[in-house]
């Protein structure tokens, strides 16, 4: 039988999500690949459960994760069960809904309908009463967002979920879809976007919104699907890795020379500062106030005990930031 570790809490780093009372743990671990039907249930378990005794205390899921969809809801509906159950009110778990789930005009995007259906199917897989933190995924262009945010406050006044968030929304979106939950009663807790050193778009206004309305930020692919870890820097796509799969978000025709020289130049930088790429990828991430957590995914222990290990130094000094900003901006 599963024990957490006596000394989970001892070296995690949390930080206060918005202006809310909650905090998330800096490294948050994310169930969109490698916990579904398709792999290996004891791997997935083992992660789980070593991921939680070094202090990782969100989980974070989505309706559609798998494959197949649904089968990493379920999985970890398997390891709640199994371990965690004797812990849940230690843990914070979030799901989503936007994406296509199933056939039919109600089986994706904003609507009342497909929101609430989808989340009190997301609770049976899980097994689970309620969810911590509950998401749009994505803004839906035909539904009016004053019904979608209805959806998200109905969800939680139900006692479906404890929280409200949003994932995706543009910072004009963000903006309107706080304001409209704010008048409802139900905050924006959070708001999940990708980002990382490759992909900065979240510094053109949404950060910017998100300190201003007091909602989190919990950001994802801070590692660039892997290319920021270093792993491709041998000049060969190893197997198992994001871009060597067939139907990725990764491809290999992504991992050009131009971003393997940066990666080159930014490990210099993580070699001086005793840390992997990974640890400066995510403590780059992680140096926003705006920032509460960065998402990883991981396809073993040893890349979550990789990752947690860089917030033992988040810091950043001004010759740093300067260096780094030198080499993510160099287009030679």
Known sequence: MYVASEQRYDRAVY???GRSGIKLPAISLGLWHNFAGVDVYENSRAMLLRAFDL?????????????PPGSAETTFGRVMAQDLAPYRDELMISSKAGYGMWAGPYGEWGSRKYLVASLDQSLKRMGLDYVDIFYSHRPDPETPLEETMGALDFIVRSGRALYAGISNYSPEQTRRAAEILEDLGTPCLIHQPSYSMSNRWVEDGLLDVLEEKGIGAICFSPLAQGLLTGKYLGGDIPEGSRASKPHGFLRPSHVTDEKLAKVRKLKVIADARGQTMAQLALAWVLRHPAVTSALIGAS?????EDCVAAADNLSFGDEELQAIETILRDDA
Do not use: E, K
Request: with cysteine.
């Open 15 to 17: 930080n206060r999500c």
């Open 55 to 67: 202090g990782i205390t969100h989980f974070d899921l989505a309706n559609n994760y798998g494959p």
């Open 300 to 304: 073993r222990i040893s890349q979550i």
